[in-house]
């Protein structure tokens, strides 16, 4: 069974940055691609960026790149997401989700998620 820890919210100033991390266990295959999506409150959930574990192909929403940074570490079992110069409208929970094979956006189509963390970006 796969499962997904998210860790590393918080609130920080517009301009910050902050990492997240995701813990991934049970992985089976090398084909997982692992996501970060966002949700603010009263708007739809939106993909950020995703990652290949097995090769670490990555891969970027249009309106967030240059900003964030998406890694995997295989020997730790993590996938984090360094985000630069942060602005208050990147406030939102962040979950790391799970989908064997597919690198996309569609929520649907990802079998696990985490629990989310909290971005808070205020001054």
């Known amino acids: 069974q796969v499962q997904l820890v998210e860790s590393g919210g918080g609130l920080v100033q517009p301009g910050g940055s902050l990492r997240l991390s995701c813990a991934a266990s049970?992985?089976?295959?090398?084909?997982?691609?692992i996501a970060w999506f966002r949700q603010a409150p009263g708007k739809e959930r939106e993909g950020v960026s995703c990652i290949s574990w097995g090769d670490g192909r990555a891969h970027y929403a249009d309106s967030l790149k240059g900003r964030f940074t998406i890694s995997r570490d295989n020997a730790k079992n993590t996938v984090s997401l360094q985000m630069d110069r942060l602005k208050p409208e990147d406030t939102a929970v962040y979950y790391c989700?799970?989908?064997?094979?597919?690198?996309?956006?569609?929520?649907?189509?990802?079998?696990?998620w985490g629990q989310g963390t909290q971005v808070t970006v205020s001054s």
């Open positions: 989700a799970a989908n064997l094979y597919y690198i996309d956006y569609d929520a649907d189509i990802y079998d696990y």
């Open positions: 049970g992985f089976t295959s090398g084909y997982y691609v």
